[in-house]
């Protein structure tokens, strides 16, 4: 097997998880890793009794039920990529991941849901003579009008996006929920307010186009 084979194989064992999963999973174990290394422990194969350990800080340190489930499970995922295995219900970690759901934590203050008001008033104040306006607005309608993730709407490109008379259609090539990455279509229908995402997105593309910006994304950091 050449390094090549290696690294194609590590890749494709690194892509059984969506993108958004695979970096959360690879950033807590990282911090496992530093744990172990100034503790001078082994990050990998990872010992039960040793992340019991690691947990028993993380719940100490007030992190939440969600961080320390899904750091257990970032240790199992990654021991199983390098082939090992790993008791993830080892008595001393389900004991602990009881404890972690157990301990009080301050309750959590979710923000309002964006209202169809505060798009028209989005659309509204935005200065169609600014770049960062326009680019902020359509960004905010498109995203509302289309359900889409701040993720999904950023990575969008200029042949993502297609105008027919009264819709527009957007292929978003990877998402959150799109786990096996098929990729989906986006139709999104024109309106006949200020705040329509069609109207505002050509006007968005057409104001580009005036002042000679080229970019690869659609909505590019200017």
Not at 69 to 86: C, I, T
Not at 179 to 186: K, T
Not at 189 to 209: D, E, M
Request: charged share 25%; aromatic share 12%; proline share 3%.
């Amino acid at each position: 097997m050449t390094i090549n084979n290696i690294v194609s194989w590590k890749k494709h064992l690194l892509g059984s998880r969506s993108d958004s999963t695979a970096k959360k999973y690879k950033a807590l174990f990282n911090k496992w890793s530093n744990f172990a290394f100034s503790s001078g422990l082994q990050a990998i194969p990872s010992n039960p009794f040793q992340v019991s350990l690691y947990i028993t800080s993380l719940i100490e340190d007030g992190k939440s039920f969600g961080v320390v489930s899904s750091s257990v499970y970032a240790l199992k995922w990654m021991n199983e990529v390098h082939g090992y295995n790993f008791d993830n219900k080892n008595p001393w970690l389900t004991s602990l991941l009881e404890a972690a759901k157990r301990k009080p934590h301050e309750a959590v203050v979710r923000k309002d849901p964006v209202s169809l008001d505060i798009i028209y008033e989005i659309a509204a104040k935005c200065n169609r003579d600014n770049l960062k306006d326009m680019r902020d607005a359509t960004i905010a309608i498109l995203s509302f009008a289309g359900f889409l993730r701040f993720d999904e709407v950023s990575s969008l490109r200029h042949r993502h996006i297609k105008f027919f008379d009264n819709y527009m259609s957007i292929h978003i090539e990877k998402s959150k929920t799109d786990q096996y990455r098929d990729g989906s279509e986006v139709v999104i229908a024109k309106g006949a307010t200020a705040a329509c995402p069609v109207t505002f997105t050509k006007r968005f593309l057409v104001f580009l186009q005036k002042r000679k910006i080229r970019t690869s994304s659609f909505f590019d950091r200017y």
